[in-house]
């Protein structure tokens, strides 16, 4: 049974705090994601990564940064938080295909809150 | 750049009536569909997807290259059936990530 594991469900943190979002997942899964889910906007794509120490952009990056120095875990960075970045943040993974999209994994989500 | 959008935000039935939720996406090539679901304090997971051309809960979907559309269909709903749906593409490019829509609340009345 796959398990994406987030290291918090509720964060309230204070504009300018630099904030660190842990995901984990057990599954040795090559990809890793990161969203933000905001009501009427879906899921938007923050960064991604298919292989330990890459990563690419996704859809709405700016403000993020995220690293990946082992495999199983993946964190999203808030280097500077802003109340625009109160959100729920989802974190995925998934198998490497060969070009085709496998099913992604999601874990529990964490509800961040800037003040 | 590829977009989905998913023209309901809501849709209300009742119990045993039929559910249809509008996908429509905007993409030249030839991409892979999905739909995701969400229910109450659950995690996002996937429902189906259209190379699989499977029926799953009851829930089917035809991609419709022509009309661009994956729209997602159940002939009777049941009260279990009330959750979040996203639909979501792929390009199948290097790190396989997906582009999803604002989603559709479904509320399923007994």
Not at chain 1, 16 to 37: A, P, S, T
Not at chain 1, 67 to 95: D, P, V
């Amino acid at each position: 049974d796959v398990k994406v594991t987030q290291s918090s469900r509720y964060l309230v943190k204070r504009t300018g705090e630099k904030v660190f979002l842990e995901c984990v997942q057990d599954m040795d899964h090559e990809n890793m994601f990161w969203y933000r889910q905001d009501p009427g906007l879906g899921l938007r794509l923050i960064y991604f990564s298919y292989d330990v120490k890459m990563k690419e952009k996704g859809d709405i990056p700016e403000g993020y940064s995220v690293s990946r120095e082992k495999k199983e875990r993946f964190s999203l960075i808030l280097e500077s938080a802003s109340t625009n970045q109160t959100s729920m943040y989802l974190c995925a993974s998934s198998l490497w295909a060969g070009g085709l999209q496998d099913e992604q994994f999601f874990g529990p989500g964490t509800r961040l809150t800037v003040l | 750049a590829q977009r989905v959008t998913q023209p309901e935000k809501l849709l209300s039935v009742f119990k045993g009536a039929p559910v249809e939720l509008k996908c429509n996406y905007s993409y030249s090539g030839s991409p892979e569909l999905f739909w995701y679901v969400q229910y109450s304090r659950q995690r996002l997971q996937l429902l189906l997807r259209h190379i699989s051309r499977e029926s799953i809960k009851g829930f089917t979907a035809d991609l419709n290259k022509g009309e661009t559309s994956f729209h997602l269909k159940k002939p009777f709903a049941q009260e279990e059936d009330s959750a979040m749906y996203y639909c979501a593409l792929s390009l199948g490019a290097a790190g396989n990530k997906l582009t999803f829509g604002g989603g559709t609340r479904v509320l399923v009345k007994p």
